[in-house]
């Protein structure tokens, strides 16, 4: 099995930088994958890191330290828009399917 | 591309009726589709994983004779919901990839499926 932590919720104001972490523990890493998710629709992919270091796709970022089991997905010029759930995913044990976290909820106000 | 598709996007049917949810991959073909439940401010769940052509592989705690699945072909898999009572309420979604090795799996839209 696998432990994967991020906070339940968090609140920030449009125009503003906001970092989402994420902590994890699992055997046999096979990267980790942040994605969206808005309330009553599917998720959708955002991010996937397996090496570590920052990997940068527009306003959204995303860090892996792969030794400290640690992620963060870092968003930039907050839109009311980018108001979500966000889920770090680690596949387990070796696996390529991943498990989600409990996902963050993402609060942005004018 | 990568586009799945789920149908319904919602249903409502009576304690100890049956309800069938198809996952279609549009745009590529699916060898492998997976079945989550997400429930009110929960995460994803996975409740099985399918391969085209073999039976599905359950996850631990998930009832096979309950939610049977069939993945008859590359772009088609369906989770039928047998005798649903009301904690089966909740967001089933799908997802579908060609080779989870070398690619994401690509979600459906969901199904809210409500048991009165």
């Known amino acids: 099995g696998q432990n994967i932590d991020q906070p339940t919720e968090m609140t920030a104001t449009e125009g503003a930088i906001v970092q989402i972490n994420c902590t994890y523990q699992t055997s046999g890493f096979n990267g980790l994958f942040w994605y969206q998710q808005h309330a009553g629709e599917a998720p959708t992919f955002l991010s996937y890191n397996v090496l570590d270091g920052l990997e940068e796709k527009g306003r959204f970022s995303s860090f892996l330290s792969r030794s400290k089991g640690y992620s963060y997905l870092l968003l930039k010029e907050l839109q009311m828009k980018d108001s979500a759930s966000y889920l770090c995913?680690?596949?387990?044990?070796?696996?390529?399917?991943?498990?989600f976290g409990r996902g963050t909820s993402l609060i942005v106000h004018p | 591309g990568a586009v799945v598709s789920q149908h319904p996007s919602w249903v409502i049917c009576k304690s100890g009726t049956s309800v069938k949810i198809e996952c279609r991959s549009l745009?590529?073909?699916?060898?492998?589709m997976f079945w989550y439940r997400q429930f009110p401010k929960q995460s994803l769940m996975l409740m099985a994983t399918s391969n085209e052509g073999s039976k599905a592989t359950y996850e631990q705690g998930v009832e096979k004779d309950k939610f049977l699945i069939n993945h008859a072909s590359l772009t088609l898999s369906t989770l039928t919901v047998t005798s649903a009572h009301p904690e089966d309420s909740s967001f089933y979604i799908c997802s579908a990839t060609w080779d989870l090795t070398s690619d994401t799996q690509y979600f459906g839209p969901g199904t809210r499926l409500t048991v009165l």
């Open positions: 995913a680690v596949p387990s044990g070796g696996s390529y399917i991943p498990t």
């Open positions: 745009d590529f073909q699916a060898t492998t």
